[in-house]
């Protein structure tokens, strides 16, 4: 480590250092396999490519890993996104539905409830979610991941009973825009996660609610007796990560034009969990980063993409999945770079 | 007769990113001495024994052991060839038992599973031993961190070890705690183990010391003979120039500090089931109050109370006049109290955050969540502190848990001075806080006093709250017994006023 120059030494603990590699490692493993991999071409107006298909389909879960790096660094874990992602999709289906009507001779599409309407009420239902979450943790003192299972469990059954168990349908066109459609040769469903990351970012570095979510996560006794309010905190921050959830469900239905109670979602959390993790911030909670957890999602977009276009069998695809983020989390392990480390120092001195 | 070291460490060095806490240091032991290594906050004691049990890699020199070169990679193998450690910070499972936490690692095995009953009465055993009586079942969270301070000696004392180590073990024990460890540290002595004894009381250490090897800067200073090194020129060695501990000492509450006629903080019948029996007190800005008694008097429970940790079931306070409710630490720091809390490492540091962030965070949050402090005004309040208070540490950035002990505890302080507080409470301040810097941080607090802070001052020092304090509360068995004003009090006193109550 001593040889290395301190700007590169600096660069490699840099906390996005590790993300960033891995993320660079994983295209090249595409471009491998296929040439065109960062190609992008212009068709009738937009960007087209793998790049861009990569970026658009990690919306929904760049979305939720976001809310969810605010809870995993004040030591919670909400494991009820997936299942909150149902409620707000079968909500905001349900509403829109939609039917074909002709009017003055021309074919349209109506909704059955005004589209921001319907929008709004799916992400007040994902709030309400979250506020139901925030309760139990901060109010009743449960544990994270006990009480948020009890959404996870039933959120699929409150989403089925929304659908009436059935697969809802949306007709109505404008709809499909927030998940399908293209603003200036970009998908839609980036620029609302450019929002959301931008709202983010302002409330962490110019408000102090970075510096009091990482408090509360390091030393809650601590942060309390400092004078912040360390409930209200946590309560308000599983009521935001369930309100990403209900966003991501909008891209999610928008994007396939129906919601599934069953499925929609499904693991979500997971990946969620996993994407914050890649990005760096640990699950003991404290410091946490926002653009790392950007970068997990990218990563396990991308490896899904590669597993694809590699054609591993779907069989052993997940296997694949699983050998790399373990791998991935290795090199991160503080505990396995020192061992190596002191080895390292120890052969060096030796010889 | 000469007797060779039991253990020699030489030409130690170790540098963290920013520090050198080790340049060259030394320590020598003897077998069957008692040796203490004293210091100043940061001085690099801590780091020299964390390098003698794994803890630590040296950058260079060399440990040997009954003349064998070791290098132990951890605590473990630093465990099995006999060099045993009780660090500053404990580093026990809060979880766990009392029991439990003594017996970790080494259970008594039976023809199958653990054998419950005898570690529990073992560790009973061991901790009459000490004089201390409670249930070993308990979780050891359940107990204050005097107590937890001996589970974590009578641990240390149960290993079969050839060198021990206790790292400013009595930082929070009162005098007769002190006197039974010493007793034990006798006893081990005569079987010929070698202890490494680090405090920053320097009547503990003429008390129990053979031999005193100072430590500055990270360099080593000298081995002395207890016997032959004068307190003065000890203090002098640590510090490196002269400071007269006799002008500090002198009770300066006699220079008239303007005390406010009517109290800031009143307190009236306030109690709680459990807790403190009901209790009056009146805090006056400008005023020093001590609070006397012994170990689970219940000085941090009424401070507790007041600062709206513990929610008080009777009695109300009045703050600047007004009757108040306080039920949370926000209420109370809106109503300008502050609190230093005694167990620094879970109550107060937060320890992967910056200097800067953890002096400005009550600042920040009484402010409020959107009034954020632009980076360089919060720059600008660390840097003022880290001067005032003289915090050794290359910068402000530096994540506060890599200060050393005494340093963070400043820190802490600048955390609530920073607030401008009109009551500041302090619960053992100067814990682990060396000679010249508690004289500093004591008139720091003097001089806040006499611009118009009322301080409430806990210590299990008796010296120190009766030469800081205009006022005394005594307290015993969690009950106040009475009041002394503060040129009538001397220990006798204040002794006699706890034991009279026992009458
Ligand atoms: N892990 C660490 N990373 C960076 N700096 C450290 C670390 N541990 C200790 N230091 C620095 O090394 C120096 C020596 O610290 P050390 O804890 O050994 O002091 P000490 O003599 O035990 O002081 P005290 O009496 O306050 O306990 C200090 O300047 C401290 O900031
Ligand atoms: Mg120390």
Redesign the pocket.
């Known amino acids: 480590m001593k040889r290395l120059p301190t700007t590169w030494r600096d660069l490699a603990r840099h906390p996005l250092f590790w993300p960033g590699v891995t993320l660079v490692l994983l295209c090249l493993v595409n471009v491998y396999f296929n040439r065109s991999f960062f190609a992008i071409e212009i068709k009738s107006g937009h960007l087209y490519g793998s790049v861009i298909d990569i970026l658009n389909r990690a919306a929904p879960l760049m979305l939720v890993a976001m809310g969810m790096t605010l809870v995993i660094a004040t030591r919670g874990i909400d494991i009820s996104v997936g299942a909150t992602v149902a409620i707000s999709g079968a909500v905001v289906a349900s509403l829109i539905g939609g039917s074909l009507i002709i009017q003055n001779g021309v074919q349209t599409y109506v909704s059955n409830v005004p589209m921001p309407l319907a929008i709004i009420a799916a992400l007040a239902v994902a709030l309400l979610c979250g506020l139901w979450n925030g309760l139990l943790v901060a109010g009743a003192g449960m544990q994270p991941i006990i009480a948020t299972l009890i959404l996870m469990v039933a959120g699929r059954g409150i989403a089925q009973l929304i659908t009436e168990g059935q697969i809802v349908t949306v007709y109505y066109e404008p709809f499909f825009i927030i998940g399908n459609g293209f603003l200036l040769g970009i998908p839609v469903s980036l620029y609302i996660v450019a929002l959301v990351l931008a709202i983010m970012l302002l409330l962490i570095h110019r408000t102090a609610l970075g510096l009091f979510i990482e408090s509360v996560g390091i030393n809650p006794v601590a942060a309390r007796f400092s004078g912040i309010s360390a409930r209200a905190l946590v309560f308000w921050v599983y009521a935001f990560c369930a309100l990403t959830a209900g966003i991501a469900a909008l891209i999610i239905t928008s994007n396939v034009k129906s919601a599934d109670g069953n499925n929609a979602g499904l693991l979500l959390e997971l990946d969620a969990i996993l994407a914050v993790t890649l990005g760096g911030t640990s699950l003991a909670g404290g410091r946490f980063s926002i653009m790392g957890s950007l970068l997990g999602s990218l990563i396990i977009q991308t490896l899904t993409y590669a597993i694809y276009s590699l054609g591993v069998p779907p069989e052993i695809n997940m296997v694949v999945k699983a050998l790399v983020v373990f791998g991935v989390c290795l090199i991160q392990s503080e505990a396995l770079r020192a061992m190596l480390g002191k080895h390292l120092f120890r052969t060096g001195e030796a010889a | 007769m000469t007797v060779e070291p039991i253990l020699v460490m030489q030409g130690i060095c170790k540098s963290?990113?920013?520090?050198n806490?080790?340049k060259n240091a030394q320590l020598r032991l003897f077998p069957g001495e008692v040796h203490a290594l004293m210091?100043?906050?940061?001085?690099?004691?801590?780091?020299?024994?964390?390098v003698l049990t794994g803890v630590?890699t040296p950058d260079a020199g060399e440990i040997r052991l009954n003349g064998q070169a070791i290098s132990p990679a951890c605590v473990g193998e630093a465990q099995k060839m006999g060099i045993t450690a009780v660090y500053?910070e404990i580093n026990l499972c809060p979880n766990l038992s009392v029991a439990e936490n003594i017996f970790i690692g080494r259970f008594p095995m039976r023809a199958i599973g653990i054998d419950w009953k005898t570690i529990e009465h073992q560790a009973a055993a061991e901790l009459a031993a000490l004089n201390i009586h409670i249930d070993v079942s308990l979780p050891l969270a359940s107990y204050p961190v005097a107590i937890q301070q001996m589970v974590a000696i009578a641990r240390a004392l149960t290993t079969e070890a050839q060198v021990l180590i206790l790292?400013?073990p009595t930082s929070s024990l009162d005098e007769g705690e002190v006197e039974r460890l010493f007793q034990a540290l006798r006893q081990l002595k005569q079987k010929g183990m070698a202890i490494v004894f680090?405090t920053?009381f320097l009547d503990q250490t003429y008390a129990i010391a053979d031999r005193i090897t100072v430590?500055r800067n990270?360099e080593f200073i000298g081995e002395y003979p207890a016997s032959t090194l004068s307190r003065l020129d000890l203090i002098n060695t640590m510090v490196g120039r002269e400071i007269n501990e006799a002008s500090y000492a002198a009770n300066s509450s006699a220079q008239a500090a303007s005390v406010a006629d009517k109290p800031y903080v009143s307190a009236r019948g306030l109690g709680s089931t459990g807790g403190m029996h009901p209790f009056d007190l009146d805090l006056y800005r400008g005023q020093v109050t001590g609070l006397g008694g012994l170990l689970g008097s219940g000085r941090t429970e009424t401070a507790r109370l007041l600062f709206g940790i513990d929610r008080a079931d009777s009695g109300t306070i009045r703050v600047d006049g007004h009757a108040v409710k306080l039920n949370s630490p926000r209420q109370a720091v809106r109503y300008g109290i502050a609190f230093c809390p005694e167990d620094r490492k879970n109550e107060g540091i937060v320890a992967d955050l910056s200097i800067r962030e953890n002096i400005i965070l009550a600042l920040q949050a009484r402010r409020g969540i959107f009034h954020y402090l632009p980076k360089r005004a919060q720059s600008a309040i660390a840097e003022q502190y880290i001067e005032q208070l003289g915090i050794?540490?290359?910068d402000a950035e530096?994540p506060i848990?890599?200060?050393?002990?005494?340093?963070?505890q400043k820190a802490l302080l600048a955390r609530w001075l920073a607030t401008d507080p009109k009551m500041l409470i302090l619960d053992e301040p100067t814990r682990?806080?060396?000679i010249a810097a508690k004289l500093e941080i004591m008139e720091l607090v003097k001089a806040q006093c006499k611009k118009g802070l009322a301080i409430l001052f806990i210590s299990s020092e008796m010296s120190e709250v009766l030469r800081v304090s205009d006022r005394i509360a005594v307290l015993r068995d969690r009950q106040k017994i009475g009041e002394i004003a503060g040129h009538d009090a001397d220990e006798q006193n204040v002794f006699r006023m706890i034991a009279g109550a026992e009458a």
Request: net charge neutral; no cysteine; proline share 2%.
């Open positions: 963290f990113p920013g520090v806490a080790l210091g100043q906050n940061g001085a690099g004691k801590s780091t020299l024994i964390k630590e500053q790292d400013e680090i920053h430590l990270g050794r540490t290359s530096k848990g890599q200060l050393s002990g005494g340093n963070q682990g806080i060396d």
